[in-house]
């Protein structure tokens, strides 16, 4: 079991900038692909970008290329999402999730149904 625990969410004003945390415990040895999911009230749950546990090769939804990005600190088992020239439409719960599993070699999980462990949600409002 791995459990998955978020933080850093918060209100932010269009164009500024946050940074989530998602700290991992348990079994985080098993995992081969982590990601950060969001989804907003009346929407589906979209992949927002992943990035292999044991790599540094990151995928990026079209959505947020070039404006966030996903880096990790091993040691702590820790993963980060950071956001910059944040949008109104980039306001959404946002997930962290793990996947145990190796579904491709050459690139990375991009579904929600890959990822089987998931964190609690962080709440990114962009208003002003």
């Known amino acids: 079991q791995v459990q998955l625990v978020e933080s850093g969410g918060g209100l932010v004003q269009p164009g500024g900038s946050l940074r989530l945390s998602c700290a991992a415990s348990?079994?985080?040895?098993?995992?081969?692909?982590m990601g950060w999911f969001r989804q907003a009230p009346g929407r589906e749950r979209e992949f927002v970008g992943a990035?292999?546990?044991?790599?540094?090769?990151?995928l990026y939804a079209d959505s947020v290329k070039d404006r966030f990005a996903i880096s990790k600190d091993t040691a702590k088992n820790t993963l980060y999402l950071q956001m910059n020239s944040l949008k109104p439409e980039d306001t959404a719960v946002y997930y962290c999730?793990?996947?145990?599993?190796?579904?491709?070699?050459?690139?990375?999980?991009?579904?929600?149904?890959?990822?089987?462990?998931w964190g609690q949600g962080a709440q990114v409002t962009v208003s002003s």
């Open positions: 348990g079994r985080f040895s098993g995992i081969m692909d």
């Open positions: 990035v292999r546990r044991s790599g540094d090769n990151t």
């Open positions: 999730a793990a996947a145990d599993k190796l579904y491709y070699p050459d690139t990375l999980a991009t579904r929600a149904q890959e990822y089987n462990y």
